[in-house]
């Protein structure tokens, strides 16, 4: 990680022009499943307009970044920007970083390779926070993974964070499944010290 290679120049070259126009999200996504679907989801107005970025979160850069009011990382169908709409509070050019990093590592269905499996990708995640710091970022993670949530927790609060977790069942909105899963909140404490990026900036308020 580091500085932009080709790939971030070529990410820059095909979708620079749309910055702060009528795109407001990036999504990152790897599945080519998920990919396709998201730009469905796009092309159809169901989800937050923006550009679907299919390359690891390991190879993107803060630069990449640039210009989009919403990140969702590990975007699968596109769930959290879906979320954020129904919420009814949290428009499309409302600032925020969302991401569902994968269960695999920690889930008690799978092998649980925790720490060392290389689809643990919190620390990618976590150093695009720690270079860009978002005001507000939202996750999820399968309640059997404790110890990455005390991870997580503690690296935020550590980028100065201010964190709050729930465990929330899907069986809690009419599933027929528990699905037990923990939500996270972290919001950038600095921004109440007068530090950090202009509120404008922060919120991604628009003149209107």
Not at 82 to 100: C, E, K
Request: aromatic share 12%.
């Amino acid at each position: 990680m580091g500085q932009p290679g080709a790939e971030a120049n070529k990410f820059h070259r095909t979708h620079g022009s749309r910055y702060g126009v009528e795109v407001t999200a990036y999504y990152n996504e790897i599945d080519p499943y998920c990919v396709g679907w998201l730009r469905n989801l796009i092309s159809e107005g169901l989800i937050a307009d923006g550009i679907v970025d299919d390359r690891s979160i390991s190879d993107v850069v803060p630069n990449d970044l640039n210009g989009f009011d919403q990140c969702h990382f590990f975007a699968g169908l596109g769930g959290w920007s879906g979320a954020l709409r129904l919420s009814g509070v949290w428009p499309d050019h409302r600032a925020v970083w969302t991401g569902s990093c994968p269960c695999q590592p920690f889930s008690l269905a799978g092998k649980q390779g925790g720490f060392d499996d290389k689809r643990h990708l919190w620390p990618a995640w976590q150093w695009l926070i720690e270079q860009r710091r978002p005001a507000t970022i939202l996750g999820e993670q399968v309640a059997s993974a404790t110890e990455w949530l005390r991870l997580v927790r503690g690296d935020l609060e550590a980028m100065d964070y201010a964190v709050g977790t729930a465990p929330i069942e899907a069986a809690c909105a009419g599933a027929e499944h528990l699905r037990d899963r923990f939500w996270f909140v972290g919001h950038d404490t600095r921004l109440g010290r007068g530090e950090g990026r202009p509120e404008h900036e922060v919120w991604g308020r628009r003149d209107t």
